[in-house]
């Protein structure tokens, strides 16, 4: 792993409502296999794996993800962007504030084994 700070951080705007100024902070270079944690004050942790062909972008949907306290949500945008957001449990008011100012559509909830089978089973 190679962790590179950006400081100062680059800072951009980002919103089609309210602009919110976000900072890029940092490059982590992962080598296949590894992993990292990212945490929240409230103890939610969102693990990022690296393999040879990819990513695992998220731990698995039904299972640790919601252990971790994050519920996973697939968005679409006013510009039919799509996006798979995580939601801090018991922050899912702060979501919808920022979603209705964003305009974001839920597409669907993606935390639970009945919703991904849902999901599934119209794939098929």
Do not use: H
Not at 9 to 18: A, I, K, L, N, T
Not at 68 to 97: A, H, P, Q, T
Request: proline share 4%.
């Amino acid at each position: 792993m190679k962790f590179t700070p950006i400081d100062p951080p680059r800072v951009f705007e980002v919103g089609f409502g309210e602009t919110i100024e976000m900072k890029d902070c940092a490059r982590l270079a992962l080598e296949p296999d590894e992993q990292v944690t990212l945490t929240t004050e409230a103890g939610a942790e969102y693990d990022l794996a690296r393999k040879s062909w990819g990513f695992y972008a998220t731990p698995s949907l039904n299972g640790r993800l919601s252990g971790f306290g994050l519920r996973g949500v697939l968005v679409k945008n006013r510009i039919d962007r799509y996006f798979i957001l995580l939601v801090e449990r018991g922050k899912e008011s702060l979501f919808e504030e920022y979603r209705q100012i964003e305009q974001l559509e839920i597409v669907c909830w993606l935390d639970s084994t009945e919703q991904l089978q849902q999901i599934e089973e119209g794939l098929k």
